[in-house]
C-alpha cells in the first residue's frame, strides 16, 4: 500500500530565506511519481514540482527543488527566496504508474511567510 | 482558458437530498478523480477512472457514487447528503499515459453546505 507522511504541520520562514518542507514515502512500486502541490486560501491546487522515481537528478523549478533521496523514502521541498506569496498549504502526493494511476496525498504542511 | 471546470462553485443541498457535482475537462485526459478535502486536511481519494474502469477506494462510504459517461464529463453524486458530508470536493484529470505523464490538473472545486 501506498503512504505519504508529512511530520511538519505547520512551518515559518523569513522573507528572502529558504526553507525545507519534509516529506517521506512509502511504496512497493518500483515506478511512481511524486509531486508537490500548494494550496493558497482561495483552494485552487497549483501544481509547483515533479519527480519520477527513476530520475537521477532531483527536479528544480525556479525558485523551487526537490530533495529525493530514494533510498530514504524521502521528497522534501526547497522553496529558495521566500516570497510573501508563498504563503500556503503545500501538500506531497505520491502516484502509481501502473495502470491505476492512483494518486494519493500527505497530510499538508501549513508555511506563513514573514516579512 | 480553464482546461478542467467543476460546477457549481458552492453549493448548498439539504440534510438527505440527493445532490450532483460535475467536473468537465478539455484535456482529452483518461483518468479522472474525485477528492473530498474537509478544512485544513487534504485531499482524500473517493474515486477515479481510468477510461471508463472505476476505481473506488476501500474506504469510500456507498453514500457517494459517481458517473462518467464520456471522456469529458464525470459527477459525483451524493444520494442523501448528511452534516459531516460538508467538504470541499475536487475533481482532477491526469493523462495516465506514460510513466513521465502523470501530473494532476485540478478543477477550482465545489464548496459543498449541508443544512
Known amino acids: 500500500a501506498q503512504k505519504i507522511t508529512q511530520t511538519q504541520p505547520g512551518m515559518f520562514v523569513q522573507e528572502k530565506e529558504a526553507v525545507t518542507l519534509d516529506c517521506t514515502y512509502d511504496?512497493?512500486?518500483?515506478?511512481?511519481?511524486l509531486f508537490w502541490y500548494k494550496q493558497p486560501s482561495s483552494g485552487e491546487m497549483i501544481f509547483l514540482i515533479y519527480?519520477?522515481?527513476?530520475?537521477?537528478q532531483n527536479a528544480t523549478e525556479g525558485r523551487y527543488s526537490l530533495n529525493f533521496q530514494k533510498a530514504r523514502k524521502s521528497a522534501n521541498l526547497v522553496i529558495s527566496a521566500s516570497q510573501l506569496g508563498d504563503s500556503a498549504m503545500y501538500f506531497c502526493?505520491?502516484?502509481?504508474?501502473?495502470?491505476?494511476?492512483?494518486?494519493?496525498f500527505g497530510s499538508g504542511t501549513r508555511l506563513l511567510v514573514r516579512p | 482558458d480553464a482546461m478542467v471546470i467543476q460546477n457549481p462553485r458552492y453549493q448548498v443541498t439539504q440534510f438527505g437530498k440527493p445532490v450532483t457535482l460535475s467536473c468537465s475537462q478539455t484535456?482529452?485526459?483518461?483518468?479522472m478523480y474525485w477528492y473530498q478535502q474537509k478544512s485544513s486536511q487534504a485531499p482524500k481519494l473517493l474515486f477515479h477512472?481510468?477510461?471508463?474502469?472505476?476505481?473506488n477506494e476501500a474506504d469510500t462510504p456507498d453514500n457517494f457514487q459517481s458517473r462518467r459517461p464520456n471522456t469529458s464529463f464525470c459527477f459525483l453524486d451524493i444520494r442523501s447528503p448528511g452534516l459531516g458530508d460538508a467538504a470541499m470536493y475536487l475533481c482532477?484529470?491526469?493523462?495516465?499515459?506514460?510513466?513521465?505523464?502523470?501530473?494532476?490538473?485540478f478543477g477550482q472545486g465545489t464548496r459543498l453546505t449541508v443544512v
Open positions: 484535456l482529452n485526459h483518461n483518468v
Open positions: 482532477a484529470t491526469s493523462r495516465g499515459s506514460g510513466a513521465l505523464d502523470t501530473e494532476a490538473f
Open positions: 477512472y481510468y477510461d471508463k474502469d472505476f476505481n
Open positions: 511504496t512497493s512500486d518500483p515506478s511512481y511519481g
Open positions: 519527480q519520477g522515481s527513476y530520475d537521477q
Open positions: 502526493a505520491m502516484s502509481r504508474m501502473d495502470s491505476s494511476y492512483k494518486l494519493i
